[in-house]
């Protein structure tokens, strides 16, 4: 069995959505997060939880199937002739509401956490993983579609019902993220769930193709190993995205932008010491810039 994770680790993640809404605001007519004072896209923490999850349910076989589950998700129970959504605490029964069972066989309570509801109380647990908010790089903005569906509104109509979408052009998005040796040893997430973690997080990512998310690819991934308790922080602003001739919000793909990542590197190479080691996956489509010199790629000699 793979060991319970024991030293901390730093996630920087990037990846871009094209005319596509890359998290909508149920309460804002689903309209894409946006931060108005700095014209850029916000994903929740959620949303690329619920991406990795999607991956490990679809891809891995985390689905109920030998032993492996993923607890946050749609289950259902019938009663009579209808079908209903199961509440957290009949989840919870699934386990027989045993916590270890539970953290057993669920590698998303291990990794992320939750709250587990049962009968007679709750249990809750802190995930090792944690994400900030995700900003796009790029200032961009909000597009309106208009369009026609396919069915009346109802009986006796002579025309067909319109929809409203919302979109952004093109946002590269950012996220920041912790691996908390601590919460780990308490929620036993281990060395494999890290690199399911890892994988989820980039081929999670290219395999969402709903109508909404299709459209996005994951475009930078680094994960800091440290020797000890101790990150860097704040990943996401040491990268900057630079423009030739473009206004940002002119900005359609990744060949229209260099990602200038000086301040990233300066700042692993100052704390080298800390660091045991460094895991990279970047699109070969991105250009890079280090100390105002394209590099084709990374060399994990050179960090």
Not at 103 to 132: E, H, M, W
Not at 149 to 175: C, H, M, N
Not at 280 to 285: A, G, I, L, N
Request: with cysteine.
């Amino acid at each position: 069995m793979s060991e319970i994770i024991n030293k901390r680790s730093e996630i920087l993640f990037l990846y871009d959505i094209e005319n596509a809404n890359p998290n909508g605001d149920p309460v804002n007519e689903d309209r894409p997060r946006f931060d108005a004072e700095t014209n850029t896209v916000l994903v929740t923490d959620v949303r690329l939880k619920r991406t990795i999850r999607d991956y490990w349910f679809d891809y891995k076989g985390f689905n109920g199937s030998d032993g492996k589950d993923i607890f946050v998700r749609e289950t259902y129970y019938n009663e009579g002739d209808k079908q209903y959504i199961k509440d957290g605490k009949r989840r919870a029964k699934d386990f027989s509401e045993k916590e270890q069972e539970i953290l057993n066989r669920c590698i998303d309570v291990r990794t992320f956490g939750g709250v587990i509801p049962l009968t007679n109380a709750s249990i809750t647990k802190i995930g090792p993983v944690q994400f900030q908010m995700g900003r796009s790089l790029n200032k961009t903005e909000v597009i309106e579609e208009q369009g026609t569906g396919a069915f009346a509104s109802g009986e006796q109509k002579t025309k067909t019902t319109f929809r409203t979408e919302y979109k952004v052009p093109y946002a590269l998005i950012g996220f920041n993220g912790i691996i908390n040796e601590k919460a780990a040893l308490h929620s036993q997430m281990t060395n494999n769930d890290k690199e399911l973690l890892k994988e989820g997080i980039w081929d999670g990512t290219k395999s969402l193709i709903s109508r909404s998310k299709f459209g996005q690819t994951p475009i930078f991934l680094i994960v800091i190993d440290y020797k000890v308790p101790f990150y860097i922080g704040k990943l996401r602003q040491r990268v900057n995205l630079l423009t030739d001739e473009l206004n940002e919000i002119q900005v359609r793909s990744i060949d229209d932008y260099k990602l200038d990542i000086t301040e990233l590197i300066n700042e692993l190479k100052n704390n080298k010491d800390k660091i045991e080691g460094i895991d990279f996956h970047v699109d070969p489509k991105l250009q890079m810039l280090y100390d105002g010199k394209n590099i084709a790629k990374i060399s994990r000699d050179e960090l």
